[in-house]
């Protein structure tokens, strides 16, 4: 299974300002996920972001509210722009296992609170 | 568009029992993947178990198996000899062969009682 580490682990931040999360993965994937999880919901995911291309955003989340960068195959930021407290959230980043058995292995999160 | 319900929000069980927690599928592929994650306090999620919709024979991993049944679209876990360990949120997932995007379902809250 793949090690993968998410900074910061928890924030608290103002309303209108912007918060970037790293996740950091120990060996190299194609395809790095970002997720979404409300208080006392389920996940959902915001974009895939591919090593060299632009992210794939899924529907209800554009590019100007959560830019995603993917720099190498082993690293990619999620930012969240312009926060709101409907922001307050766990942002959770995953990876494809490698041998293409379908599971993603998951970050261990961002718990996020926006005032 | 694939929908995955969990119609439990919570479920308890003493602990050595067995517990079995529900869900239900929608979609029309014919290969998929089919998981069930479990996601304690510290908010981790963690892989308990994933089966493959081709294969007939349900998916088992120690003290957890699932029935699967493809027709039905009913994929559910049971958990054999409860352990205190076990009390977490789980989450039943599916994902189109092929595709990238994991679905969730609402989960399920399991309460392990001493």
């Known amino acids: 299974s793949a090690v993968i580490s998410q900074k910061p682990s928890r924030d608290i931040c103002q309303r209108g300002t912007s918060l970037t999360i790293q996740c950091q993965v120990d060996?190299?994937?194609?395809?790095m996920f970002w997720y979404r999880q409300q208080p006392g919901q389920s996940l959902t995911l915001i974009a895939t972001?591919?090593?060299?291309?632009?992210?794939?955003?899924e529907s209800g989340f554009v590019i100007d509210k959560f830019p995603i960068s993917r720099p190498n195959l082993t690293f990619s930021t999620l930012t969240v722009s312009n926060m709101s407290p409907e922001d307050s959230s766990i942002y959770l980043c995953?990876?494809?296992?490698?041998?293409?058995?379908?599971?993603?292995?998951f970050g261990p999160g961002t718990r996020l609170t926006v005032l | 568009a694939q929908t995955v319900t969990q119609s439990q929000p919570e479920m308890s069980v003493q602990e050595a029992e067995t517990v079995t927690l529900s869900c239900t599928y929608d979609?029309?592929?014919?290969?998929?993947?089919l998981f069930w994650y479990k996601q304690p306090p510290s908010r981790q999620m963690i892989l308990v178990i994933r089966?493959?919709?081709?294969?007939?024979q349900n998916a088992t991993e120690n003290r957890f198996s699932v029935n699967f049944q493809k027709a039905a679209k009913s994929f559910s876990l049971k958990i054999s000899d409860s352990q205190l360990g076990d009390a977490a949120m789980y989450f039943c997932?599916?994902?189109?062969?092929?595709?990238?995007?994991?679905?969730f379902g609402e989960g399920t809250q399991l309460t392990v009682n001493p």
């Open positions: 995953s990876v494809d296992r490698t041998s293409g058995r379908g599971e993603q292995f």
């Open positions: 089966q493959e919709a081709y294969k007939q």
């Open positions: 997932a599916y994902r189109r062969l092929g595709g990238s995007r994991l679905t």
């Open positions: 060996s190299q994937v194609t395809m």
């Open positions: 972001a591919n090593q060299g291309s632009e992210a794939t955003y």
């Open positions: 979609t029309s592929e014919s290969d998929y993947y």
